[in-house]
C-alpha cells in the first residue's frame, strides 16, 4: 500500500474548507432573505456549480427586492397617499409571482374604481344632481356603504321633488 506524503491531502482538505466556506455564505444569505435583508449577494468563485447557485440565488434575491418595492410603492400610493390607478410593473415574472403582480393589481383597480364611482356620485349630489348612483360591483362594507349612498340620494331626491 502507497503511503500518501502529507503534502497531497491538503488540497482535498482545502477543497473542503473552500466549499464548507460557500455553504456558509449560502446559509448565510438564505437567512437574510428569510428575514427580509436583500442585500446579500453571493459572489462567483469560479466553480460551475457553485457559481450556477450564486447566480440563481442572486436572482430570486432581485427578484424578491423588486416585487417588495413594487407591492410597497402601489400600496402607499392607493392605500396612504390617495393615489388612486397604481399598478406594479414587474417584467418577465412567471409562476406565483405573476399571480401575486396580477392579485395586487385587480385589488388596487378594483379600488380604484370602487372610489372614483363613489366619488363621483357624491361630487353629483353636492352639484345637485340627485339623478347618479352608484353602479360598481362592490362587496362586504363597501357594499354597505354604496347601498347607504344610493338609499340617501334617492331620499334626498323625494324630499327635493316634494319642495
Keep these: 500500500m502507497a503511503q500518501r506524503s502529507p503534502g497531497q491531502a ?12 460557500r455553504l456558509q455564505q449560502l446559509l448565510d444569505g438564505l437567512k437574510a432573505v428569510r428575514d427580509g435583508d436583500f442585500s446579500t449577494r453571493l459572489p462567483q468563485v469560479g466553480d460551475v456549480l457553485l457559481d450556477e447557485i450564486s447566480t440563481v ?7 424578491l427586492s423588486l416585487f417588495t418595492s413594487e407591492v410597497t410603492r402601489v400600496a402607499r400610493e392607493v392605500g396612504t ?6 399598478q406594479a410593473a ?12 396580477e392579485s395586487v393589481n385587480a385589488m388596487a383597480s378594483n379600488l380604484t374604481a370602487q372610489v ?14 340627485l339623478s347618479q348612483k352608484i353602479t360598481v360591483q362592490v362587496k362586504g362594507e363597501l357594499l354597505e356603504l354604496k347601498n347607504t349612498i344610493n338609499t340617501m340620494v334617492d331620499q334626498l331626491s323625494s324630499f327635493a321633488d316634494e319642495v
Design 10 to 21: 491538503q488540497p482535498a482538505r482545502d477543497k473542503v474548507a473552500h466549499d464548507n466556506e
Design 57 to 63: 440565488f442572486n436572482g430570486m434575491v432581485d427578484q
Design 81 to 86: 397617499d390617495g393615489k388612486l390607478g397604481g
Design 116 to 129: 372614483r364611482d363613489i366619488a363621483g356620485v357624491a361630487t353629483a349630489v353636492a352639484n345637485g344632481d
Design 90 to 101: 414587474i417584467p418577465g415574472v412567471s409562476g406565483t409571482w405573476k399571480d401575486l403582480t
